[in-house]
């Protein structure tokens, strides 16, 4: 089990911008994936994107792809979620999870540990 904190949702119009970090204090994440998803309300929680945090290479959703760039400052244990041109439809709790493996895995049951969510409201 990792320790995840996310931090960085908030409100914005159409067309802007939100970074969200998800922290893992203390925690190497050497070995790890860290991705996120997200729930709207009534929705299943679907896969955003991921990242290897041995060599930085991420996968995306197709929804997200092109807007959604992940990375990660290895010294702060933490991931980091850029998302520009945001839309209406990207409104939704935003989680961040962990899992050991090398495979980056889209579905909820590939993860171990998972952050308690933070809310990005996009409006039109």
């Known amino acids: 089990q990792v320790q995840l904190v996310e931090s960085g949702g908030g409100s914005v119009q159409a067309g802007g911008s939100l970074m969200l970090s998800c922290a893992a204090p203390?925690?190497?994440?050497?070995?790890?994936?860290i991705s996120w998803f997200r729930q709207a309300p009534g929705k299943e929680r679907e896969f955003v994107g991921g990242?290897?945090?041995?060599?930085?290479?991420?996968d995306y959703a197709d929804s997200v792809k092109g807007r959604f760039t992940m990375s990660r400052d290895i010294p702060k244990h933490t991931a980091i979620l850029q998302m520009e041109s945001l839309k209406p439809e990207d409104t939704a709790v935003y989680y961040c999870?962990?899992?050991?493996?090398?495979?980056?895995?889209?579905?909820?049951?590939?993860?171990?540990?998972w952050g308690p969510g933070t809310q990005v409201t996009v409006s039109s």
């Open positions: 990242i290897r945090w041995s060599d930085g290479s991420a």
């Open positions: 999870a962990a899992r050991w493996s090398l495979r980056i895995g889209v579905n909820t049951d590939d993860y171990q540990s």
């Open positions: 203390g925690r190497p994440l050497g070995g790890y994936i």
